[in-house]
C-alpha cells in the first residue's frame, strides 16, 4: 500500500472545545485533511504521566498523520489533581462519543475512528477501547456542553 502525504499547506487546523467542567472548557486541536472524505478519524491522546501536558504535546507527530489523509483530533482532559480516576477516562469516552456524532462536520467518517496515545496516553487509550461502555467512563451524558 502507498501512502501520499499531503503538504502542512494541505490540512486545516482548529481549536474545538467538545466539553467543560465548571465553566472550564476542554479543547481538541483537530487536524483536518483538505480534500473529499470522509476520511477515518483519529482521537490522540497525550502521554504525561497521567499529570501533565495538554493536546499540543504531540504536535509534529498529528500533522505527519493528517497529512496523510486522517482527521486527528488531539485532546485536553482533566488530569489529576484536577479529576483523579475514572476522570480522564470519562472525558476521553465523551469526546469519542462527541466526534463521532460529528464526524461530517470534520469531514471523517464516524464508522472509522481509532485511538492512540503516547506513554500514559497510550494506557487511557487501551483502558478506553478495552471498556467503551464501562459505566464510569461513560458517566457524562451524550450532550454535556
Known amino acids: ?68 489523509g486522517v482527521v486527528v483530533a488531539a485532546l485536553d482532559f482533566r488530569c489529576p489533581p484536577q479529576a483523579i480516576y475514572p476522570g480522564s477516562l470519562m472525558d476521553i469516552n465523551y469526546a469519542i462519543r462527541w466526534f463521532k456524532q460529528r464526524a461530517a462536520d470534520f469531514g471523517g467518517s464516524p464508522d472509522k475512528v481509532g485511538l492512540m496515545g503516547c506513554s500514559s496516553g497510550g494506557h487511557l487509550a487501551v483502558l478506553s477501547a478495552m471498556r467503551p461502555r464501562d459505566p464510569r467512563y461513560a458517566s457524562l451524558p451524550a450532550e454535556n456542553n
Open 1 to 68: 500500500m502507498t501512502t501520499t502525504l499531503l503538504s502542512p499547506a494541505d490540512i486545516d487546523i482548529a481549536e474545538v472545545e467538545y466539553l467543560h467542567h465548571g465553566g472550564k472548557p476542554l479543547l481538541a486541536r483537530v487536524f483536518r485533511p483538505r480534500g473529499e472524505g470522509p476520511f477515518p478519524m483519529m482521537i490522540e491522546l497525550h502521554g504525561g504521566g497521567w499529570v501533565k501536558f495538554d493536546r499540543k504535546e504531540d504536535e509534529v507527530l498529528n500533522r505527519e498523520l493528517a497529512k496523510t
